[in-house]
């Protein structure tokens, strides 16, 4: 076999615009938004659900009172997670690039072929159109 056709990732980069760090920034707002809502609605369930098994067997509290905690830690985590990503947003300098997804693309290499050359292509878009390309 002296050819072969092979799939390798294609990194696409966005150029940081005006209207691309605004959007950016508008996802992570409603995603902090998000999950605060969330986290409130887990808090009155957490309670509603604690004075219930209180009433009803206050034996078990302690296992559900366990298992509201370490949902409330997932739940937290999350929420700063997102906060963090739209900190990082808020500061993203105008014309830096920012990893904006990946794709595939087909090759075909042969004996001999930069193997490594094919592996770091990348696309650079601004605004949604493509500027460059890069190998």
């Given at each position: 076999?002296?050819?072969?056709?092979?799939?390798?990732?294609?990194?696409i980069?966005?150029?940081?615009?005006?209207?691309?760090?605004?959007?950016?920034?508008?996802?992570?707002?409603?995603?902090?938004?998000?999950?605060?809502?969330?986290?409130?609605?887990?808090?009155f369930?957490?309670?509603?659900?604690?004075?219930?098994?209180?009433?009803?067997?206050?034996?078990?509290?302690?296992?559900?009172?366990?298992?509201?905690?370490?949902?409330?830690?997932?739940?937290?985590?999350?929420?700063?997670?997102?906060?963090?990503?739209?900190?990082?947003?808020?500061?993203?300098?105008?014309?830096?690039?920012?990893?904006?997804?990946?794709?595939?693309?087909?090759?075909?290499?042969?004996?001999?072929?930069?193997?490594?050359?094919?592996?770091?292509?990348?696309?650079?878009?601004?605004?949604?159109?493509?500027?460059?390309?890069r190998?």
């Open positions: 076999m002296e050819k072969m056709v092979i799939k390798v990732p294609v990194v980069k966005a150029k940081v615009t005006e209207d691309l760090k605004a959007k950016i920034v508008a996802e992570l707002q409603e995603g902090v938004k998000a999950a605060n809502l969330d986290m409130e609605q887990f808090e369930s957490a309670k509603r659900a604690m004075n219930e098994q209180a009433n009803q067997d206050s034996n078990m509290l302690g296992a559900l009172q366990e298992q509201i905690e370490l949902e409330r830690a997932k739940r937290m985590s999350a929420k700063n997670e997102v906060e963090a990503k739209l900190a990082r947003a808020e500061k993203l300098e105008l014309g830096s690039e920012v990893g904006h997804g990946q794709l595939e693309r087909t090759v075909e290499i042969e004996i001999g072929s930069n193997l490594e050359a094919l592996l770091g292509a990348e696309i650079l878009t601004e605004d949604g159109k493509v500027i460059a390309f190998a």
